[in-house]
């Protein structure tokens, strides 16, 4: 309940439901939590435009390769719903918060008691900024030396 209320007193300015599907694709830091305690962390979600959803875990030297094995994401309204293989059918989050860095989300799960700790997490994605892959893309002029 405080997590609701912090996010929804946030003064970042929030992006609206309309813009949902073209600012969540991107690399985003995914943890989750259930009751304060992190239940699920270290993974990197690709939202890719074409609906795929790539996943880089955590390697002994960094993050490893993309995997978008048959994973696919949707957003209707303040619905984001993943499915995939490793799941035995799709979730839904409804998105408590949506800001150009931070998604926070809460489970509206409604399955078996056996696996309802886990789906009544709440989710936080931290968006990941790209490096550059080439030097001076300022486009300043660089210094030159002059032949006298």
Known sequence: MTLVSAAGCSTVPQIPKRDYVHAIVGSW????SHSGENIQRDLILVFQADGRLGVRSRAPHGFGPEDSY??????????????GPDSPSPWTDRIIAFTADEIVTVSDYSGTER????????????????????PNQTMQRTPTRRSS
């Not at 830091?29 to 989750?32: D, G, P, T, V």
């Not at 303040?78 to 499915?83: A, E, P, V, Y």
């Open 70 to 83: 048959v994973r696919h994401w949707r957003i209707e309204g303040d619905r984001l719903t993943i499915s």
């Open 115 to 134: 696996i309802r700790v886990i789906e009544q997490a709440t989710r936080t994605y931290k968006r990941i900024q790209q490096q550059r892959n080439t």
């Open 29 to 32: 830091l995914y943890a989750a």
